[in-house]
T-cell receptor, first 113, second 112 residues
Framework: EADIYQTPRYLVIGTGKKITLECSQT?????MYWYQQDPGMELHLIHY???????EKGDLSSESTVSRIRTEHFPLTLESARPSHTSQYLC????????????FGSGTRLTVV | QKEVEQNSGPLSVPEGAIASLNCTYS??????FFWYRQYSGKSPELIMF????GDKEDGRFTAQLNKASQYVSLLIRDSQPSDSATYLC????????????FGKGTLLTVNP
């Protein structure tokens, strides 16, 4: 049973709308990540956080922003959605220490029309 | 040079055969190595991790690590059609670099 939750699971929205993708975890993990993945393509890290009030941009430039006000919550926001933002967005978390893999949420499939 | 390299495949094996998936990495300081399985349209799930040189077995899966050659592999014995998926190799950096770097993945198809 997943301990990291993403909502919504699917989202179709018009160009120019503001959207927030939710990600919450109940494992007390200090590290959280957002990845973007197009169908059949590799994972790209777009944001990460190592703790409350700590956020960093990932390897792939993204117009989205994130916040980390609470340990368990790491939402991603797009101020003005565009068709180029259409993709799957995956949230993950991990516990302190390099020896621990990530636990992924079920993802949000975003379509901007 | 990409940090984590995998043969994109597809790799096709018959049911019951051994599937061998390979991965090389560029950062000699990498400390932890992971294999994820991702079914089409789903999120990745962790199936194996390995930290030390040698083999690590878990059921039908064996991970092999050779740090001198910067090489990690995953063997799947008695392959089943349900093993058909994309397998992602992931590597952490050295020191306090906790970020996982993922390879592009190898698509495995197990034919009944």
């Amino acid at each position: 049973e997943a301990d990291i939750y993403q909502t919504p699971r699917y989202l179709v929205i018009g160009t120019g709308k503001k959207i927030t993708l939710e990600c919450s975890q109940t494992m007390g993990h200090d590290k959280m990540y957002w990845y973007q993945q197009d169908p059949g393509m590799e994972l790209h890290l777009i944001h990460y956080s190592y703790g409350v009030n700590s956020t960093e941009k990932g390897d792939l430039s993204s117009e989205s922003t994130v916040s980390r006000i609470r340990t368990e919550h790491f939402p991603l926001t797009l101020e003005s959605a565009r068709p180029s933002h259409t993709s799957q967005y995956l949230c993950a978390s991990s516990v302190l220490g390099t020896g621990n893999g990530y636990t992924f949420g079920s993802g949000t499939r975003l379509t901007v029309v | 040079q990409k940090e984590v390299e995998q043969n994109s495949g597809p790799l096709s094996v018959p049911e019951g055969a051994i599937a061998s998936l390979n991965c090389t990495y560029s950062d000699r300081g990498s400390q932890s190595f992971f294999w994820y399985r991702q079914y089409s349209g789903k999120s990745p799930e962790l199936i194996m991790f390995i930290y030390s040189n040698g083999d690590k077995e878990d059921g039908r899966f064996t991970a092999q690590l050779n740090k001198a050659s910067q090489y990690v592999s995953l063997l799947i014995r008695d392959s089943q059609p349900s093993d058909s998926a994309t397998y992602l190799c992931a590597v952490t950096g050295g020191g306090s670099n906790y970020k996982l770097t993922f390879g592009k993945g190898t698509l495995l198809t197990v034919n009944p």
